[in-house]
């Protein structure tokens, strides 16, 4: 054992964040691949879109908010799929806490996007989007749950 287990922590000392899951309606993800600045967290990485949730947003407004800012986008509808945290003491970048919603987007939307913040806009398919060389590995969990979810949904009986 070469480090002792880190004591509980309190989730209201850390700032919250939101990320979308953009989804088409094949199932293709919409990402962002990040800007290549030293001082963000996973530069140059494929990433869901999103961001910190401001003092007196609810996760829902800092959603709307963020996809406005990033991409010029205002969904039509979006649904919570689930919350993420991740331990990243080890790392001194804290305590994590994403809201994950699904946010359905049709692939005619996507034309009409304005990328504000990143470097590009990447539309990646079922089978190959685990497979991405660099993506932000929380938000590899956050797809990863995802695309189990919609297997489950077309096979219950796997649980």
Not at 12 to 36: I, N, S
Not at 37 to 62: N, Q, R, T, V
Not at 70 to 92: H, I, K, M
Request: net charge negative.
């Amino acid at each position: 054992m070469d480090a002792a287990t880190p004591g509980p922590v309190t989730l209201d000392a850390f700032p919250a964040a939101v990320a979308a899951l953009l989804v088409t309606e094949d199932g293709h993800y919409l990402l962002q691949r990040r800007d290549e600045k030293p001082d963000i967290w996973f530069p140059g990485y494929c990433s869901l879109f999103g961001g910190l949730i401001e003092e007196g947003e609810s996760p829902e407004e800092a959603l709307a908010r963020e996809l406005s800012e990033e991409l010029d986008y205002q969904p039509g509808a979006f649904s919570y799929f689930t919350q993420v945290c991740f331990d990243l003491r080890r790392w001194n970048r804290g305590i994590k806490l994403r809201y994950i919603y699904e946010v359905p987007v049709k692939r005619a939307e996507i034309s009409g996007m304005s990328l504000r913040e990143g470097q590009a806009i990447e539309l990646h398919g079922p089978q190959a989007v685990m497979g991405i060389d660099r993506l932000a590995p929380y938000d590899a969990v956050a797809i990863g749950l995802h695309m189990a979810d919609r297997l489950l949904q077309r096979a219950p009986l796997l649980l």
